[in-house]
């Protein structure tokens, strides 16, 4: 089992700048790929940005492209989304994901544990 937190939401200007944290416990963290994902109200929760188990291979969708970055700390079992240049559509609940074996990075049926999301609101 894996225990995902996350933190690190909250309410910020468009232009602004917020740093999401996800501190994983229970099974071993490195050598597992981590992900975030979000999910507007009406919509599909959507792929945001994945990391390799080594951080040394990135992937992020397109609308966040140049302006978050994902990285990860094995020694502190964290993972982190540094988001910049806030726009009012990154508007939705994040959620850090888990991927136990293989799959593709972008497909959220791909990760096996999941945490309770944090909430991230940009005000225009």
């Known amino acids: 089992q894996v225990q995902l937190v996350e933190s690190g939401g909250g309410l910020v200007q468009a232009g602004g700048s917020l740093r999401l944290s996800c501190a994983a416990s229970?099974?071993?963290?490195?050598?597992?790929?981590m992900g975030w994902f979000r999910q507007a109200p009406g919509k599909e929760r959507e792929f945001v940005a994945s990391i390799s188990w080594t951080g040394g291979t990135t992937y992020y969708a397109d609308s966040v492209k140049g302006r978050f970055t994902i990285s990860r700390d094995n020694a502190k079992r964290t993972v982190y989304l540094q988001m910049n240049s806030l726009k009012p559509e990154d508007t939705a609940v994040y959620y850090c994901a888990y991927r136990l074996n293989g799959g593709s990075y972008y497909y959220q049926g791909s990760y096996d544990y999941w945490g309770q999301g944090t909430q991230v609101t940009v005000s225009s």
């Open positions: 229970g099974r071993t963290f490195s050598g597992y790929a």
